[in-house]
């Protein structure tokens, strides 16, 4: 998943420097939301694995 988030950071700062805005916004946007995605499951499985022992 935060694979995923860094690749479209990339693509959004290459499409960005060639200006194309509407690209270079989606793919942030894309980005953003998968991150915090990430970040959600991620502390959900850190609490998961605290409580499991």
């Known amino acids: 998943m935060l ?3 860094v690749t479209f950071l990339v693509i959004a700062i ?3 420097i ?3 805005g ?3 916004g989606t793919s942030a946007g894309i980005a953003q939301i998968l ?4 970040l959600i499951l ?3 499985s ?3 694995g605290a409580t499991s022992r």
């Open 14 to 16: 290459i499409a960005g």
């Open 46 to 48: 850190l609490l998961r």
């Open 42 to 44: 991620f502390l959900v």
């Open 22 to 24: 509407g690209i270079a």
């Open 3 to 5: 694979g995923w988030a």
């Open 35 to 38: 991150f915090v995605i990430f």
């Open 18 to 20: 060639l200006g194309f």
